[in-house]
Nanobody
Framework: EVQLVESGGGSVQAGGSLRLSCAVS????????MAWFREAPGNQREAVAA???????TYAASVEGRFTISKDSAKKILYLEMDSLKPEDTGMYYC?????????????????????WGKGTLVTVSS
């Protein structure tokens, strides 16, 4: 059984930083694409950062240069380092796996169609 469990969300002022973690079990961590999505109230879910099995990364334009996705294959943890946070970064953040996708495809096209999802962790950025 594949399980993804996010942690690290919280409340922070604009300009601050947070690091999200996603502990993964039951999944071939080194293969396929893994990604972070966010969903703000009233908005559709959007992919913000994705990483391929070989470590290649792709980011949404809205977070490029501020967010960094990485993974620790030995520990089976996916990370999202978020710096220079803005109020518009507020939302529920989900990690997800998409074994047949590339990171570029996920960022450009995918909203809900990943293979497995975590339950999310809430990030609130105040101005």
């Amino acid at each position: 059984e594949v399980q993804l469990v996010e942690s690290g969300g919280g409340s922070v002022q604009a300009g601050g930083s947070l690091r999200l973690s996603c502990a993964v079990s039951g999944y071939r961590f080194s293969s396929g694409c893994m990604a972070w999505f966010r969903e703000a109230p009233g908005n559709q879910r959007e992919a913000v950062a994705a990483i391929d099995g070989d470590g290649s990364t792709t980011y949404a334009a809205s977070v490029e240069g501020r967010f960094t996705i990485s993974k620790d294959s030995a520990k089976k943890i996916l990370y999202l380092e978020m710096d220079s946070l803005k109020p518009e970064d507020t939302g529920m953040y989900y990690c997800a796996t998409g074994e047949s996708y590339t990171s570029e495809y996920v960022i450009a096209n995918v909203r809900y169609g990943m293979n497995y999802w975590g339950k999310g962790t809430l990030v609130t950025v105040s101005s």
